[in-house]
Protein backbone atom coordinates (compact mmCIF):
# COMPACT_ATOMS: atom_id res chain seq x y z
CA UNK A 1 0.00 0.00 0.00
CA UNK A 2 1.12 3.52 -0.90
CA UNK A 3 2.33 5.78 1.90
CA UNK A 4 3.49 3.28 4.20
CA UNK A 5 6.71 4.53 4.81
CA UNK A 6 5.06 7.95 5.25
CA UNK A 7 2.60 6.72 7.42
CA UNK A 8 5.17 5.08 9.68
CA UNK A 9 7.19 8.12 10.84
CA UNK A 10 4.26 10.65 10.89
CA UNK A 11 2.57 8.41 13.32
CA UNK A 12 5.91 8.06 14.87
CA UNK A 13 6.29 11.25 15.42
CA UNK A 14 2.40 11.92 16.48
CA UNK A 15 2.80 9.31 18.92
CA UNK A 16 5.46 11.21 20.67
CA UNK A 17 3.18 14.02 21.04
CA UNK A 18 -0.14 12.71 21.64
CA UNK A 19 -0.25 12.34 25.22
CA UNK A 20 1.42 15.37 26.35
CA UNK A 21 -0.28 17.71 28.61
CA UNK A 22 2.02 20.76 27.75
CA UNK A 23 3.20 21.36 24.54
CA UNK A 24 6.61 23.72 24.27
CA UNK A 25 7.30 25.47 21.43
CA UNK A 26 10.58 23.60 21.66
CA UNK A 27 8.19 20.50 21.28
CA UNK A 28 6.35 22.30 17.99
CA UNK A 29 9.82 22.51 16.64
CA UNK A 30 10.83 19.31 16.78
CA UNK A 31 7.33 17.87 15.75
CA UNK A 32 7.79 20.06 12.81
CA UNK A 33 11.49 18.97 11.93
CA UNK A 34 9.90 15.51 11.66
CA UNK A 35 7.52 15.82 9.87
CA UNK A 36 9.39 17.74 7.32
CA UNK A 37 12.05 14.95 6.93
CA UNK A 38 9.04 12.47 6.47
CA UNK A 39 7.49 14.34 3.83
CA UNK A 40 10.71 14.72 1.90
CA UNK A 41 11.42 11.00 2.18
CA UNK A 42 8.73 10.45 1.11
CA UNK A 43 9.09 12.26 -2.31
CA UNK A 44 6.99 14.88 -1.76
CA UNK A 45 8.19 18.26 -3.83
CA UNK A 46 10.17 20.17 -1.37
CA UNK A 47 7.97 23.78 -2.03
CA UNK A 48 5.08 21.65 -1.00
CA UNK A 49 6.99 20.56 2.52
CA UNK A 50 8.13 23.95 3.20
CA UNK A 51 4.48 25.49 2.96
CA UNK A 52 3.26 22.28 5.01
CA UNK A 53 5.25 22.75 7.62
CA UNK A 54 5.27 26.45 8.06
CA UNK A 55 1.39 26.52 8.38
CA UNK A 56 1.52 23.27 10.69
CA UNK A 57 4.16 25.15 12.94
CA UNK A 58 2.03 28.49 13.14
CA UNK A 59 -1.04 27.01 14.06
CA UNK A 60 0.12 24.61 16.75
CA UNK A 61 1.65 27.40 18.14
CA UNK A 62 -0.93 29.91 17.72
CA UNK A 63 -4.26 27.31 18.24
CA UNK A 64 -7.27 27.93 20.02
CA UNK A 65 -7.81 26.17 22.75
CA UNK A 66 -10.45 23.19 22.80
CA UNK A 67 -11.64 22.04 26.18
CA UNK A 68 -11.55 18.05 25.89
CA UNK A 69 -8.85 18.01 24.20
CA UNK A 70 -5.34 17.95 25.46
CA UNK A 71 -2.26 20.07 23.88
CA UNK A 72 -0.85 17.02 22.30
CA UNK A 73 -4.20 16.22 20.85
CA UNK A 74 -4.88 19.53 19.40
CA UNK A 75 -1.59 18.91 17.45
CA UNK A 76 -2.38 16.20 16.01
CA UNK A 77 -5.73 17.49 15.01
CA UNK A 78 -3.86 20.25 13.30
CA UNK A 79 -1.21 18.36 11.22
CA UNK A 80 -4.68 16.26 10.51
CA UNK A 81 -6.35 19.25 9.06
CA UNK A 82 -3.41 20.44 6.90
CA UNK A 83 -2.82 16.80 5.87
CA UNK A 84 -6.43 16.49 4.96
CA UNK A 85 -6.04 20.43 2.74
CA UNK A 86 -2.93 19.24 1.06
CA UNK A 87 -4.83 16.47 -0.82
CA UNK A 88 -7.92 18.69 -1.53
CA UNK A 89 -10.15 19.10 1.88
CA UNK A 90 -13.53 17.34 0.58
CA UNK A 91 -14.52 14.53 -1.95
CA UNK A 92 -14.66 16.08 -5.53
CA UNK A 93 -17.59 14.76 -7.20
CA UNK A 94 -17.35 14.02 -11.26
CA UNK A 95 -19.03 17.28 -13.19
CA UNK A 96 -22.38 16.27 -14.75
CA UNK A 97 -23.42 17.97 -17.86
CA UNK A 98 -27.01 19.31 -17.87
CA UNK A 99 -27.88 18.26 -20.98
CA UNK A 100 -26.44 14.40 -21.04
CA UNK A 101 -24.32 13.12 -22.37
CA UNK A 102 -21.41 14.34 -19.73
CA UNK A 103 -17.98 13.80 -21.53
CA UNK A 104 -14.99 12.52 -19.82
CA UNK A 105 -11.59 12.73 -21.63
CA UNK A 106 -8.54 10.64 -20.24
CA UNK A 107 -5.43 12.36 -20.95
CA UNK A 108 -1.86 11.11 -19.38
CA UNK A 109 1.12 9.74 -20.24
CA UNK A 110 1.73 6.36 -21.75
CA UNK A 111 1.05 3.49 -19.33
CA UNK A 112 -0.20 5.67 -16.95
CA UNK A 113 -3.92 3.68 -16.84
CA UNK A 114 -5.92 5.82 -19.05
CA UNK A 115 -7.58 2.38 -20.77
CA UNK A 116 -8.18 0.49 -17.82
CA UNK A 117 -9.52 4.04 -15.91
CA UNK A 118 -11.71 4.23 -19.06
CA UNK A 119 -13.04 1.12 -18.34
CA UNK A 120 -13.84 1.61 -14.58
CA UNK A 121 -14.75 4.36 -14.39
CA UNK A 122 -17.58 3.25 -17.39
CA UNK A 123 -18.08 0.23 -14.45
CA UNK A 124 -18.59 2.49 -11.65
CA UNK A 125 -21.12 5.13 -13.30
CA UNK A 126 -23.30 1.86 -14.31
CA UNK A 127 -23.07 0.16 -11.09
CA UNK A 128 -22.50 2.83 -8.25
CA UNK A 129 -24.50 5.36 -10.15
CA UNK A 130 -27.30 3.78 -12.70
CA UNK A 131 -25.95 5.28 -15.69
CA UNK A 132 -25.36 4.21 -19.06
CA UNK A 133 -21.62 5.33 -20.39
CA UNK A 134 -20.26 4.43 -24.01
CA UNK A 135 -16.12 3.71 -24.15
CA UNK A 136 -14.53 5.50 -27.18
CA UNK A 137 -11.59 4.36 -28.63
CA UNK A 138 -9.21 7.72 -29.75
CA UNK A 139 -6.00 6.13 -29.37
CA UNK A 140 -4.85 5.25 -32.95
CA UNK A 141 -1.22 5.10 -32.47
CA UNK A 142 -0.53 2.31 -30.44
CA UNK A 143 -1.54 -1.02 -32.31
CA UNK A 144 -3.47 -2.87 -29.56
CA UNK A 145 -4.97 0.07 -27.92
CA UNK A 146 -8.48 -0.55 -29.82
CA UNK A 147 -8.39 -3.87 -28.86
CA UNK A 148 -7.71 -3.58 -25.42
CA UNK A 149 -10.36 -1.19 -25.01
CA UNK A 150 -12.73 -4.00 -27.33
CA UNK A 151 -12.07 -6.77 -24.90
CA UNK A 152 -12.77 -4.71 -21.38
CA UNK A 153 -16.21 -3.50 -23.30
CA UNK A 154 -16.90 -6.95 -23.88
CA UNK A 155 -15.99 -7.90 -20.45
CA UNK A 156 -18.57 -5.18 -19.17
CA UNK A 157 -20.55 -5.91 -21.86
CA UNK A 158 -20.74 -1.92 -22.51
CA UNK A 159 -20.59 -0.68 -25.78
CA UNK A 160 -16.90 0.60 -27.29
CA UNK A 161 -16.85 3.54 -30.28
CA UNK A 162 -13.85 3.12 -32.99
CA UNK A 163 -12.63 3.74 -35.95
CA UNK A 164 -9.81 1.81 -36.52
CA UNK A 165 -6.16 3.10 -36.89
CA UNK A 166 -6.73 5.17 -40.17
CA UNK A 167 -9.23 7.63 -38.94
CA UNK A 168 -8.13 10.88 -37.34
CA UNK A 169 -8.65 11.13 -33.44
CA UNK A 170 -10.90 14.40 -33.61
CA UNK A 171 -13.30 12.86 -36.08
CA UNK A 172 -13.35 9.82 -33.62
CA UNK A 173 -14.32 11.55 -30.60
CA UNK A 174 -17.09 14.44 -32.73
CA UNK A 175 -18.66 11.49 -33.84
CA UNK A 176 -18.37 9.02 -30.45
CA UNK A 177 -19.99 11.58 -29.07
CA UNK A 178 -22.78 12.16 -31.67
CA UNK A 179 -23.75 8.00 -31.15
CA UNK A 180 -23.76 8.31 -27.66
CA UNK A 181 -26.40 11.13 -28.02
CA UNK A 182 -28.58 9.52 -30.88
CA UNK A 183 -28.22 6.01 -28.89
CA UNK A 184 -29.07 7.73 -25.63
CA UNK A 185 -26.16 7.22 -23.48
CA UNK A 186 -25.75 9.53 -20.30
CA UNK A 187 -21.73 9.30 -19.67
CA UNK A 188 -19.07 8.85 -22.88
CA UNK A 189 -15.43 7.90 -22.11
CA UNK A 190 -12.99 9.14 -24.29
CA UNK A 191 -9.76 7.02 -23.92
CA UNK A 192 -7.01 8.91 -26.12
CA UNK A 193 -3.16 8.30 -26.67
CA UNK A 194 0.12 8.54 -24.35
CA UNK A 195 3.17 9.68 -25.17
CA UNK A 196 6.38 8.55 -23.30
CA UNK A 197 7.33 12.27 -22.72
CA UNK A 198 4.96 15.64 -22.71
CA UNK A 199 5.30 16.36 -26.58
CA UNK A 200 3.80 19.60 -28.49
CA UNK A 201 2.11 17.09 -30.93
CA UNK A 202 -0.01 15.54 -28.26
CA UNK A 203 -0.85 17.88 -26.67
CA UNK A 204 -2.22 19.77 -29.67
CA UNK A 205 -3.95 16.60 -30.75
CA UNK A 206 -5.64 16.52 -27.30
CA UNK A 207 -6.08 19.91 -27.39
CA UNK A 208 -8.58 19.45 -30.47
CA UNK A 209 -10.57 16.87 -29.45
CA UNK A 210 -11.01 19.17 -26.22
CA UNK A 211 -11.80 21.81 -28.61
CA UNK A 212 -14.37 19.44 -30.65
CA UNK A 213 -16.48 17.66 -27.85
CA UNK A 214 -16.24 20.51 -24.99
CA UNK A 215 -15.51 17.60 -22.13
CA UNK A 216 -16.74 18.13 -19.09
CA UNK A 217 -14.12 16.64 -17.41
CA UNK A 218 -10.91 16.47 -18.52
CA UNK A 219 -9.08 13.85 -16.12
CA UNK A 220 -5.16 13.45 -15.97
CA UNK A 221 -4.66 10.00 -15.33
CA UNK A 222 -1.17 9.89 -13.09
CA UNK A 223 0.84 6.58 -12.00
CA UNK A 224 1.23 7.44 -8.47
CA UNK A 225 4.92 5.44 -8.80
CA UNK A 226 5.98 7.69 -11.12
CA UNK A 227 7.46 10.17 -8.30
CA UNK A 228 8.75 14.12 -8.10
CA UNK A 229 8.65 13.95 -12.23
CA UNK A 230 4.57 13.35 -11.82
CA UNK A 231 4.62 17.04 -10.74
CA UNK A 232 6.08 18.64 -13.39
CA UNK A 233 4.20 16.51 -16.06
CA UNK A 234 0.53 17.31 -13.73
CA UNK A 235 2.55 21.20 -14.62
CA UNK A 236 2.38 21.21 -17.44
CA UNK A 237 -0.92 18.73 -18.28
CA UNK A 238 -2.82 21.57 -16.75
CA UNK A 239 -0.82 24.41 -18.20
CA UNK A 240 -1.73 23.08 -22.10
CA UNK A 241 -5.46 22.10 -21.47
CA UNK A 242 -6.58 22.90 -18.42
CA UNK A 243 -7.43 19.79 -16.88
CA UNK A 244 -10.72 19.58 -14.07
CA UNK A 245 -9.15 16.42 -11.92
CA UNK A 246 -6.49 14.08 -11.44
CA UNK A 247 -6.70 10.07 -11.08
CA UNK A 248 -4.04 8.20 -9.12
CA UNK A 249 -3.58 5.15 -10.30
CA UNK A 250 -1.15 1.91 -8.77
CA UNK A 251 -1.75 3.62 -5.14
CA UNK A 252 -1.81 -0.14 -4.41
CA UNK A 253 1.49 -0.43 -5.55
CA UNK A 254 4.46 0.24 -3.21
CA UNK A 255 4.94 3.82 -3.74
CA UNK A 256 6.37 6.43 -1.28
CA UNK A 257 2.98 8.45 -2.11
CA UNK A 258 4.63 11.71 -1.80
CA UNK A 259 4.03 12.56 -6.10
CA UNK A 260 0.58 12.36 -5.25
CA UNK A 261 0.45 14.57 -2.64
CA UNK A 262 1.87 17.06 -4.16
CA UNK A 263 -0.37 17.04 -7.45
CA UNK A 264 -3.45 19.06 -5.87
CA UNK A 265 -0.85 21.40 -3.87
CA UNK A 266 0.77 22.40 -7.62
CA UNK A 267 -2.15 22.07 -9.69
CA UNK A 268 -5.01 22.94 -7.44
CA UNK A 269 -6.99 20.40 -9.07
CA UNK A 270 -8.87 17.90 -7.44
CA UNK A 271 -7.75 14.16 -7.01
CA UNK A 272 -11.52 12.33 -7.96
CA UNK A 273 -10.67 8.71 -8.03
CA UNK A 274 -7.86 6.46 -6.73
CA UNK A 275 -6.85 3.19 -8.92
CA UNK A 276 -6.47 0.95 -5.99
CA UNK A 277 -5.23 -2.31 -8.54
CA UNK A 278 -5.69 -3.98 -12.16
CA UNK A 279 -9.03 -5.34 -12.04
CA UNK A 280 -11.93 -3.45 -13.16
CA UNK A 281 -13.58 -2.83 -9.36
CA UNK A 282 -10.72 -1.64 -8.20
CA UNK A 283 -11.13 2.38 -8.29
CA UNK A 284 -11.82 4.82 -5.59
CA UNK A 285 -13.71 7.95 -4.95
CA UNK A 286 -10.47 9.79 -3.57
CA UNK A 287 -11.15 11.40 0.06
CA UNK A 288 -8.82 13.31 1.23
CA UNK A 289 -9.77 13.20 4.74
CA UNK A 290 -9.87 9.39 4.92
CA UNK A 291 -6.26 9.34 3.01
CA UNK A 292 -4.99 11.37 5.57
CA UNK A 293 -6.96 9.82 8.45
CA UNK A 294 -4.73 6.85 7.06
CA UNK A 295 -1.54 8.00 6.58
CA UNK A 296 -1.47 9.29 10.44
CA UNK A 297 -3.19 6.49 12.10
CA UNK A 298 -4.25 7.62 15.33
CA UNK A 299 -8.16 6.83 14.95
CA UNK A 300 -8.53 6.94 18.53
CA UNK A 301 -7.77 10.90 18.59
CA UNK A 302 -9.35 11.43 15.62
CA UNK A 303 -12.31 10.38 16.84
CA UNK A 304 -12.00 12.10 19.92
CA UNK A 305 -11.47 15.60 17.68
CA UNK A 306 -14.28 14.81 16.10
CA UNK A 307 -16.72 14.96 18.93
CA UNK A 308 -15.42 17.59 20.25
CA UNK A 309 -16.19 19.36 17.18
CA UNK A 310 -19.49 18.26 17.68
CA UNK A 311 -19.67 19.47 21.14
CA UNK A 312 -18.41 22.83 19.67
CA UNK A 313 -21.24 22.88 18.04
CA UNK A 314 -23.38 22.22 20.26
CA UNK A 315 -21.95 24.55 22.71
CA UNK A 316 -23.04 27.18 19.80
CA UNK A 317 -26.28 25.81 19.50
CA UNK A 318 -26.93 26.51 23.42
CA UNK A 319 -25.72 29.83 23.13
CA UNK A 320 -28.45 30.37 20.19
CA UNK A 321 -30.95 28.80 21.99
CA UNK A 322 -30.76 31.51 24.49
CA UNK A 323 -30.51 34.04 22.31
CA UNK A 324 -33.77 33.07 20.75
CA UNK A 325 -35.53 32.50 24.48
CA UNK A 326 -34.55 36.43 25.21
CA UNK A 327 -35.52 37.17 21.50
CA UNK A 328 -32.49 38.82 21.10
CA UNK A 329 -31.21 37.80 17.80
CA UNK A 330 -28.84 39.13 14.86
CA UNK A 331 -28.31 38.99 11.86
CA UNK A 332 -25.28 37.53 12.46
CA UNK A 333 -26.70 34.18 14.50
CA UNK A 334 -29.65 34.98 11.38
CA UNK A 335 -26.62 34.20 8.87
CA UNK A 336 -24.99 31.28 11.02
CA UNK A 337 -28.36 29.61 10.82
CA UNK A 338 -28.84 29.82 7.66
CA UNK A 339 -25.14 28.02 7.08
CA UNK A 340 -26.56 25.33 9.00
CA UNK A 341 -29.42 24.80 7.00
CA UNK A 342 -28.21 25.10 3.67
CA UNK A 343 -25.18 22.85 4.72
CA UNK A 344 -27.85 20.03 5.55
CA UNK A 345 -29.25 19.87 1.97
CA UNK A 346 -32.10 20.88 0.68
CA UNK A 347 -34.98 21.70 3.05
CA UNK A 348 -37.73 19.52 1.45
CA UNK A 349 -35.65 16.65 2.20
CA UNK A 350 -34.94 17.76 5.93
CA UNK A 351 -38.54 18.41 6.61
CA UNK A 352 -39.41 15.03 4.98
CA UNK A 353 -36.61 13.36 7.66
CA UNK A 354 -38.74 14.50 10.21
CA UNK A 355 -40.85 11.97 11.39
CA UNK A 356 -44.29 12.79 11.55
CA UNK A 357 -43.82 15.93 10.03
CA UNK A 358 -45.55 14.81 6.97
CA UNK A 359 -48.80 14.00 8.85
CA UNK A 360 -48.89 17.70 10.27
CA UNK A 361 -50.68 20.45 8.68
CA UNK A 362 -49.18 23.42 8.61
CA UNK A 363 -46.01 21.56 7.48
CA UNK A 364 -47.29 19.79 4.56
CA UNK A 365 -48.52 22.81 2.94
CA UNK A 366 -45.30 24.70 3.45
CA UNK A 367 -43.52 25.03 0.50
CA UNK A 368 -39.44 26.65 0.68
CA UNK A 369 -38.05 28.39 -1.56
CA UNK A 370 -34.58 27.26 -2.54
CA UNK A 371 -33.81 30.53 -4.37
CA UNK A 372 -34.85 32.80 -1.51
CA UNK A 373 -32.47 31.44 0.76
CA UNK A 374 -29.80 33.01 -1.93
CA UNK A 375 -31.39 35.89 -1.49
CA UNK A 376 -31.66 36.60 2.09
CA UNK A 377 -28.09 35.58 2.17
CA UNK A 378 -26.72 38.09 -0.32
CA UNK A 379 -28.95 40.85 1.28
CA UNK A 380 -27.88 40.16 5.07
CA UNK A 381 -23.82 39.48 3.77
CA UNK A 382 -24.86 43.40 1.87
CA UNK A 383 -24.84 44.92 5.74
CA UNK A 384 -22.26 46.37 7.74
CA UNK A 385 -21.38 44.67 10.60
CA UNK A 386 -23.06 46.65 13.05
CA UNK A 387 -26.48 46.35 10.33
CA UNK A 388 -26.29 43.07 11.01
CA UNK A 389 -25.94 43.70 15.11
CA UNK A 390 -28.77 46.41 15.43
CA UNK A 391 -31.33 46.27 12.24
CA UNK A 392 -32.73 49.89 13.88
CA UNK A 393 -29.84 51.45 12.45
CA UNK A 394 -31.83 51.10 8.88
CA UNK A 395 -32.92 53.80 6.92
CA UNK A 396 -33.55 54.14 3.42
CA UNK A 397 -30.18 55.48 2.01
CA UNK A 398 -28.89 52.10 3.95
CA UNK A 399 -31.49 50.11 2.27
CA UNK A 400 -30.59 51.43 -1.08
CA UNK A 401 -26.96 50.65 -0.66
CA UNK A 402 -28.14 46.81 0.52
CA UNK A 403 -30.37 46.71 -1.95
CA UNK A 404 -27.60 47.52 -4.32
CA UNK A 405 -24.86 45.52 -2.91
CA UNK A 406 -27.04 42.25 -3.29
CA UNK A 407 -29.01 42.86 -6.14
CA UNK A 408 -31.91 43.03 -4.62
CA UNK A 409 -34.37 45.49 -4.49
CA UNK A 410 -35.44 47.73 -1.40
CA UNK A 411 -38.87 46.43 -1.23
CA UNK A 412 -37.09 43.06 -0.82
CA UNK A 413 -34.84 44.45 2.05
CA UNK A 414 -37.75 45.69 3.24
CA UNK A 415 -39.43 42.77 3.95
CA UNK A 416 -36.82 40.73 5.06
CA UNK A 417 -36.73 43.66 7.82
CA UNK A 418 -40.12 42.87 8.37
CA UNK A 419 -40.11 39.20 8.53
CA UNK A 420 -37.14 39.15 10.90
CA UNK A 421 -39.04 41.75 13.09
CA UNK A 422 -41.63 39.33 13.23
CA UNK A 423 -39.59 36.47 14.04
CA UNK A 424 -38.57 38.01 16.87
CA UNK A 425 -41.88 38.45 17.71
CA UNK A 426 -42.56 35.23 17.23
CA UNK A 427 -39.51 34.43 19.88
CA UNK A 428 -40.49 36.38 22.77
CA UNK A 429 -44.45 34.94 22.55
CA UNK A 430 -42.92 31.92 22.60
CA UNK A 431 -40.69 31.89 25.27
CA UNK A 432 -43.69 33.62 27.34
CA UNK A 433 -45.57 30.75 26.33
CA UNK A 434 -42.84 28.93 28.60
CA UNK A 435 -44.60 26.25 30.28
CA UNK A 436 -48.13 27.52 29.15
CA UNK A 437 -49.41 25.67 26.11
CA UNK A 438 -47.67 25.68 23.10
CA UNK A 439 -49.23 25.50 19.64
CA UNK A 440 -51.67 27.77 20.21
CA UNK A 441 -52.43 31.18 18.22
CA UNK A 442 -51.03 30.71 13.99
CA UNK A 443 -49.65 28.23 12.14
CA UNK A 444 -46.25 28.18 13.56
CA UNK A 445 -43.43 30.69 12.58
CA UNK A 446 -42.38 31.78 8.83
CA UNK A 447 -39.20 32.33 8.14
CA UNK A 448 -37.66 34.64 5.66
CA UNK A 449 -37.42 31.71 2.96
CA UNK A 450 -40.63 30.68 3.23
CA UNK A 451 -43.35 31.25 0.64
N1 LIG B 1 -1.66 -2.22 -9.86
C1 LIG B 1 -2.33 -1.39 -10.64
N2 LIG B 1 -2.14 -1.47 -11.96
C2 LIG B 1 -2.84 -0.62 -12.75
C3 LIG B 1 -3.74 0.34 -12.20
N3 LIG B 1 -4.27 1.04 -13.23
C4 LIG B 1 -3.73 0.54 -14.36
N4 LIG B 1 -2.86 -0.46 -14.08
C5 LIG B 1 -2.02 -1.25 -15.01
O1 LIG B 1 -1.13 -0.39 -15.69
C6 LIG B 1 -0.87 -0.86 -16.99
C7 LIG B 1 -1.13 0.26 -18.01
O2 LIG B 1 -2.50 0.58 -18.00
P1 LIG B 1 -3.26 1.18 -19.28
O3 LIG B 1 -4.65 1.41 -18.86
O4 LIG B 1 -3.03 0.34 -20.47
O5 LIG B 1 -2.49 2.53 -19.43
P2 LIG B 1 -2.64 3.65 -20.58
O6 LIG B 1 -2.46 4.95 -19.94
O7 LIG B 1 -3.90 3.42 -21.31
O8 LIG B 1 -1.40 3.32 -21.48
P3 LIG B 1 -1.17 3.78 -23.01
O9 LIG B 1 -2.43 3.55 -23.74
O10 LIG B 1 -0.05 2.90 -23.48
O11 LIG B 1 -0.76 5.21 -22.98
C8 LIG B 1 -1.77 -2.05 -17.19
O12 LIG B 1 -1.03 -3.20 -17.00
C9 LIG B 1 -2.82 -1.89 -16.11
O13 LIG B 1 -3.36 -3.13 -15.71
C10 LIG B 1 -3.90 0.40 -10.77
O14 LIG B 1 -4.63 1.20 -10.19
N5 LIG B 1 -3.17 -0.50 -10.05
MG1 LIG C 1 -4.30 3.18 -23.31
Do not use: C, W
Not at 55 to 72: C, D, F, I, N, Y
Not at 124 to 135: A, D, H, I, Q
Not at 186 to 204: F, K
Not at 240 to 267: F, P
Request: aromatic share 4%; charged share 30%; proline share 3%.
Amino acid sequence: MAFEGLAERLQETMSKIKGKGKVSEADVKTMAREVRLALLEADVNFKVVKQFVNRVKERAVGQEVMKSLTPGQQVIKVVNEELTDLMGREESKLEQAEKPPTVIMMVGLQGSGKTTTAAKLANYLRKEKNRNPMLVAADVYRPAAIDQLNTLGKQLNMPVYSQGTEANPVDIVREGVEQAKAENHDYVLLDTAGRLHVDETLMEELQGMKDAVQPDEVLLVVDAMTGQDAVNVAEHFNEQLSISGVVLTKLDGDTRGGAALSIRAVTEKPIKFAGMGEKIDQLETFHPERMASRILGMGDVLSLIEKAQTNVDEERAKELEKKMRNADISFDDFLEQLEQVKSMGPLEDILGMIPGAGKMKGLKNMQVDESQIGRVEAIVRSMTKAEKQDPKLMNASRKRRIAKGSGTTVQDVNKLLKQFEDMKKMMKQMSSMNGKKKGKGKGGMQLPFMR
